[in-house]
């Protein structure tokens, strides 16, 4: 299984975006997704995840209300959108699968992490 994050650019405060999280391989129902972010010189932090179904999806508070997580097991393929992009969400964002349960919103439970697409949000 191979993910790779696409969608980012550069976009003004209160603009928007979607990333794509494409996944290769049969068994991309089967598990969990989530997207963490990782600005220069701070820690990778959770943004959100959904549960294989689909039907759990959990942000963090950081977002809520802007960012939605959203997946279609048919085209295998996992979305987050983001809206009112503010400029603290400037970050390389990455999606990753979670195998071991409903979901997690630790990053060192997640089991295989894809690239990561650059998102910067100009003032």
């Known amino acids: 299984v191979q993910l790779q994050a696409s969608g980012g650019g550069l976009v003004q405060a209160g603009g928007s975006l979607r990333l794509s999280c494409a996944a290769s391989?049969?068994?991309?129902?089967?598990?969990?997704i989530g997207w963490f972010r990782q600005a220069p010189g701070k820690d990778r932090e959770f943004v959100a995840t959904i549960n294989y179904g689909g039907g759990i999806p959990y942000v963090a508070d950081s977002v809520k209300g802007r960012f939605t997580i959203s997946r279609d097991n048919a085209e295998s393929t996992g979305y987050l959108q983001m809206d009112n992009l503010k400029t603290e969400d400037t970050a390389v964002y990455y999606c990753a699968a979670y195998t071991s349960g409903l979901y997690s919103t630790e990053k060192n439970e997640y089991d295989l992490w894809g690239q990561g697409t650059q998102v910067t949000v100009s003032s």
């Open positions: 391989g049969p068994t991309f129902s089967s598990y969990a």
